[in-house]
C-alpha cells in the first residue's frame, strides 16, 4: 500500500513538474505571424514546443511555428503559417498534432488539411477566420477538439527511474493537482488524447445515428443468411476453394499485380470497344432479323447443295474435256491476237479522225441533213398519185448523159429530145409548132404529153401532133403513135421493170396511155 502511495505521489509530481514547464514556456513565448496562410491551432498542451519548429504534412514541411501563447481557458495557442501554396486550404475537418522530432525533446506540428474521403464526395467548408477586435484576427482558427497532444515518452521514462512506490504518489500527486475539480476537462482530455478513442467515438456516434438501419440491416442480414444456413455444406466448400485459389493467387503473386497493374488500362480501352460493339449490334439487328426469315430458305439451300454439286460432277467432267481440245486452239489464237494487237495500234488514228468526223456530225446537225437529202431527192425523184408512184425524173448513167442538139461524139447516137419532125407533117404542124415554145428541140411525144398536162385531151393532143414517135431510124415506135395500129404491150415502169404491160383500149384513150407511159418512164 505505501509503494502505491509513493508511485501516485511521483506521478502527482511529475504532472505538477509538467505543468509548470508548461506555465513558463506559455508565459516566455512571444506571438505573431510572418505571413502566408495562417492558422491559429489551440493545444490542451504545447510543452517543449516553440517557435520556429517544423510544420508537416504527410511528412513534407509546409511551414513553421510563429508563436506559442497561453489562452484565457488555460489552453495553448499555437500560430504557424504555411507556406507551401499547395497546402493552403485547411478544411473544417482538419487535425493537427505535437509529435516528437527527436530524442532530444525537439517537437513539431503534424497536420492533416481534411480527412480522406471517398472520391466524389463534397469537401466540408473551409476554416474560419477570427473576426476583428479578437485576439488573432484574420488568422484561420483550429479548434481545439481538432487536436491533440499525446504524453511524451521521455516523461514516461523519467517515472521509470524512481522506485515503483515514489511513481504512483507522483502520478496520484501530479493528477490530483492537476485535475482537482476539472472532471470535464478531463474527460475532454482523455477523448482527444488518444486519436484511436476519438475515432472510436465518431465511429460510435455515427452508428448511434444510424441505429435503425442497423436494425433493418441485422433483420436482412439474418434472412440473407437463411438460404445460406440451409446450404451451409455449400457455402463450406466454397470456402474451402476459395482458400485454394487463395493460395494458388499467393505462389503467382507477382504475375496476379502485373495483371492488376494492367487492368485500369484495360478497361479504359474496353469501354470505347464495348460502345463499338454496341453500335455493331444495334446496326447490325436489322440484318440479323432478315437472316432469321431467310433461315428456312438458305437451310434449304444448304440441303440441296449436295445433289447440286453431284449434278455438277458431269458438267465439269465435260468442261474439262472441252478445255483440252479447246486449249490448243486458244494457244494457236496467240499470233492472230497480237497481229489483232498491231492492228488496232494502227488503226488508232483512224478511229480517232472518224470518232471527231462522227462527233462534228452530230454536232453540226449533219447526220440530220444527209437524212433530209435522201428524204428530198427520194421524193424529188418519185411522185405519188391515185395511180400510184411515178417518176419525176430518171438519172442516165452512160456516155450520152450531156444534153446535146447534135452528136457530139462518135458512138453517141442518142440526144435527151428528137428536134426532126416527121415527112408527113403540115404546115398546120409547123405553125403549132410555132406557137409551141420549144417546138422544135421536143419531140412528138413529149408534145403530146405537154399539151395534155396543159389541159388538152387525148384527142385534141393526137389531132394537134400527128406524126410518127420513133427518135432515129431503125427505133421501134412508142406504142400508140404507129399509123392506126394497135399499140404493142410494153412494161409498166419501162423495159426491164417486170411483167405488168399496158395496153390502151382505143384511138381516145391512146394519148393517155402515152402520158401514163412517160411517167411510168417507158420512154
Request: charged share 20%; net charge neutral.
Amino acid at each position: 500500500m505505501v509503494g502505491w502511495r509513493r508511485l501516485a505521489a511521483g506521478v502527482v509530481g511529475v504532472a505538477c513538474a509538467a505543468a509548470l514547464v508548461l506555465v513558463v514556456v506559455l508565459a516566455t513565448a512571444a506571438g505573431g505571424s510572418n505571413g502566408g496562410y495562417t492558422v491559429r491551432a489551440i493545444f490542451d498542451d504545447a510543452g517543449n514546443l516553440i517557435p520556429g519548429e517544423n510544420v508537416k504534412i504527410d511528412g513534407v514541411k509546409v511551414g513553421t511555428v510563429s508563436s506559442v501563447t497561453p489562452t484565457p481557458e488555460a489552453k495553448a495557442a499555437v500560430v504557424f503559417s504555411i507556406e507551401n501554396p499547395g497546402f493552403q486550404d485547411f478544411r473544417d475537418d482538419a487535425s493537427c498534432e505535437i509529435r516528437p522530432q527527436s530524442l532530444i525533446g525537439e517537437k513539431y506540428v503534424d497536420c492533416l488539411p481534411t480527412q480522406p474521403r471517398v472520391e466524389g464526395t463534397p469537401l466540408p467548408p473551409p476554416l474560419q477566420k477570427i473576426a476583428g477586435g479578437r485576439e488573432g484576427a484574420g488568422q484561420y482558427l483550429l479548434p481545439v477538439k481538432n487536436t491533440s497532444s499525446p504524453v511524451d515518452v521521455d516523461l514516461l521514462g523519467d517515472i521509470q527511474r524512481l522506485p515503483e512506490r515514489e511513481r504512483f504518489t507522483i502520478i496520484l500527486n501530479e493528477l490530483g493537482a492537476g485535475l482537482a475539480g476539472r472532471g470535464s476537462d478531463l474527460n475532454e482530455v482523455i477523448k482527444r488524447a488518444n486519436p484511436a478513442l476519438r475515432e472510436l467515438d465518431r465511429v460510435l456516434e455515427i452508428l448511434a445515428n444510424e441505429n435503425h438501419v442497423l436494425a433493418k440491416l441485422a433483420v436482412d442480414s439474418d434472412q440473407a443468411l437463411a438460404p445460406l444456413a440451409r446450404v451451409r455444406g455449400r457455402v463450406a466448400d466454397f470456402i474451402t476453394q476459395a482458400n485454394t485459389v487463395a493460395q494458388a493467387g499467393a505462389a503467382t503473386r507477382g504475375s496476379l499485380a502485373r495483371n492488376l497493374a494492367l487492368f485500369p488500362p484495360f478497361l479504359e480501352q474496353l469501354g470505347p470497344a464495348l460502345e463499338r460493339v454496341q453500335r455493331f449490334a444495334e446496326q447490325t439487328t436489322p440484318a440479323f432479323t432478315n437472316l432469321e426469315v431467310a433461315a428456312p430458305g438458305i437451310d434449304k439451300a444448304f440441303t440441296s447443295l449436295p445433289a447440286f454439286g453431284k449434278s455438277n460432277e458431269k458438267f465439269f467432267e465435260n468442261l474439262g474435256q472441252t478445255a483440252k481440245v479447246s486449249g490448243p486452239a486458244l494457244t494457236g489464237v496467240r499470233p492472230l491476237l497480237k497481229r489483232l494487237e498491231t492492228l488496232g495500234k494502227a488503226a488508232v488514228p483512224f478511229s480517232n479522225n472518224f470518232s471527231e468526223l462522227f462527233e462534228s456530225l452530230q454536232k453540226t446537225g449533219g447526220l440530220e441533213r444527209i437524212m433530209d437529202f435522201i428524204f428530198l431527192g427520194t421524193g424529188s425523184a418519185n411522185g405519188y398519185d391515185s395511180l400510184g408512184h411515178f417518176l419525176r425524173a430518171e438519172g442516165v448513167a452512160n456516155a450520152c448523159l450531156t444534153y446535146t442538139i447534135a452528136p457530139g461524139t462518135v458512138g453517141c447516137r442518142r440526144k435527151l429530145f428528137n428536134n426532126k419532125a416527121g415527112a408527113s407533117s403540115s404546115a398546120a404542124s409547123a405553125s403549132s409548132a410555132a406557137d409551141a415554145p420549144g417546138l422544135g428541140t421536143t419531140s412528138v411525144l413529149m408534145s403530146r404529153t405537154l399539151a395534155v398536162l396543159k389541159g388538152a385531151t387525148p384527142a385534141q393532143a393526137l389531132s394537134e401532133y400527128p406524126g410518127p414517135t420513133t427518135t432515129t431510124s431503125g427505133e421501134a415506135p412508142a406504142p400508140g403513135l404507129a399509123g392506126g395500129g394497135a399499140a404493142a404491150a410494153a412494161p409498166v415502169g419501162g423495159s426491164t421493170s417486170g411483167t405488168t404491160y399496158y395496153s390502151p383500149a382505143s384511138e381516145g384513150s391512146e394519148a393517155g396511155g402515152l402520158l401514163l407511159n412517160y411517167l411510168l418512164g417507158n420512154e
